[in-house]
Every structure is written in structure tokens, then in C-alpha cells.
């Protein structure tokens, strides 16, 4: 059954969000949808505990961010976790690399757009989604931290989400570190704004850190990630019968 849409792969998330469709065809959006999630559920599930870098697609090689989206990204591998991605180029090519470059395993939840948005060539494992919510589950559900390098929208439509999912305790307390002091500081000031204004908690200020030295960072993932939930490496076993293998 066609969506009428196969020539713009940006439009899936516009057709499911545009109103009343045929009762009929309401049913293959949420198939469609539901089949995304099974295809993503099974990539994923040998891909061992992550923590996900958000990070603009427009930083390109010769950009100082993207050496250091590398360098985060090495210093995860250290701490035994796989890094996700959006799939993307830019900063999340940068963090996939530099997993790859440091013997560890490097996976993503591409996204279907007509622009910025094709995988990346360091990726052992990724599934490309249709839609930005199943995309989001898919980063959210196998992580236990998350580090936001600079970026623009898309980064901080992940971001909050993340922050939201932790605030209203939809997710456990897992760390959120922005790294990039000048580039996130205004952001310092909008939250203290919204404190002032009595939209946030101040607890809530306390959900992320903000910093330029990667060992702070990572000193925080660790005692926030892995200290804090006894995190080991959990290694569900394939089975044959289904065609599964684990992620090397």
C-alpha cells in the first residue's frame, strides 16, 4: 500500500501529523509506525548500554568541533559504552568516528529527510526511521547518558527531550552533559530565567552539566551512569531461529 509520498522522504511525519486521513489508511500510518519500531527494536537490542551524542550536521571536518566530537566520543568507548548517533555527517559523523577510531562500537538511528541526513560511513549498526518520535525512542531507550555537542534545532529538540523524560522521572536520572562552554551559556541564562520566572524548579537547573573539560565529563558519567545504576554490560543472547547476531 503506497502513502503517495515515496518521492519525498522528508514528508512521512507531515502525512501523519496533517489531520484526519481514511480510516484505512490511518491503519498503515500506525502499522508503518509500529513496523519501524519492531525493525529498530531488533537492530538495536545487541548493541549493549549507550550513550547518545546530539550534534549539529553542519560542522564539517575543518571545524574544531568536530575534532572534538571525536575526542568525546573516544573517551566514551573508555568508559564501555557504545555511542548512538543520529547517523548523520557533522558532529555526529565526528562522534561515530571517533568510537570506530577507538575500538568501540559505533551505532545510530538515522532519520529520513531531503537534506543533511544521509548515514554517516562509521557506523557498525543503524536503522534509518521514518519518523522523528520513533527515532527519538530508538536514542532514549538504549542510553544511560547523553552529551549534546553544539548545534541547532535538532539538538535541542533531542536535548529537551531528554531533559522533559528526566524532569517528569519518565526515565531514570541519567546524566545530560553540554559540551561547549561559550556555546552553551546562553542557554545557562534562559533556565535561570525560567527559574526566576517560576516555569522550572531549581533542581532542575541541576539535571545537566555544562563544560569544556572532558575529564569533568566524563568523571560525571561515570559516578551518574555507571556507579549510580551498577551498570554492566548486559549481553542478551541471539537465537538462530530468528536470524539474530550480536554486534561486534
Known amino acids: 500500500m503506497s502513502d503517495g509520498q515515496t518521492g519525498n522522504p522528508g514528508q512521512h511525519d507531515r502525512v501523519l501529523l496533517e489531520g484526519p486521513h481514511s480510516r484505512k489508511r490511518e491503519l498503515w500510518l500506525v502499522l508503518r509506525a509500529l513496523r519501524d519500531f519492531i525493525v529498530g527494536f531488533r537492530a538495536l537490542h545487541f548493541v549493549g548500554p549507550c550513550v547518545t551524542i546530539f550534534g549539529s550536521a553542519r560542522f564539517g571536518e575543518s571545524h574544531p568541533y568536530y575534532a572534538l566530537g571525536r575526542d568525546v566520543a573516544a573517551r566514551v568507548v573508555g568508559l564501555g559504552f557504545t555511542v548512538m548517533t543520529g547517523g548523520g555527517p557533522g558532529l ?7 568510537a570506530r577510531e577507538a575500538g568501540g562500537r559505533s ?6 529527510l531531503p537534506f543533511e541526513q544521509a548515514p554517516n560511513p562509521y ?3 543503524w ?4 519518523h522523528f518520535f520513533v527515532r527519538k ?53 534562559l533556565l535561570q530565567h525560567l527559574l526566576a520566572e517560576g516555569t522550572i524548579s531549581a533542581p532542575d537547573l541541576n539535571l545537566l552539566l555544562i563544560t569544556d573539560n ?28 530468528l536470524g539474530e547476531r550480536a554486534v561486534s
Not at 92 to 98: P, V
Not at 143 to 159: N, Q, R, V
Not at 215 to 239: C, Q, W, Y
Request: hydrophobic fraction near 45%; charged fraction near 20%.
Open 107 to 112: 551505532v545510530a538511528c538515522n532519520i529520513q
Open 137 to 189: 525512542v530508538l536514542l532514549f531507550k538504549y542510553s544511560y547518558a547523553f552529551i549534546a555537542l553544539p548545534g541547532g534545532m535538532g539538538t535541542l529538540d533531542e536535548l529537551f527531550e531528554a531533559l522533559t523524560l528526566i524532569q517528569t522521572r519518565k526515565i531514570e536520572s541519567f546524566p545530560v552533559v553540554l559540551i561547549g562552554r561559550a556555546y552553551w551559556e546562553p542557554l545557562r541564562g
Open 214 to 241: 572532558l575529564d569533568e565529563a566524563m568523571a560525571h558519567i561515570s559516578a551518574n551512569a555507571v556507579k549510580a545504576f551498577g551498570l554492566k554490560r548486559r549481553s542478551p543472547r541471539p537465537t538462530g531461529l
Open 92 to 98: 555526529m559523523e565526528a562522534a561515530n568516528r571517533g
Open 127 to 130: 536503522v534509518t526511521c521514518r
Open 123 to 125: 557506523l557498525d549498526t
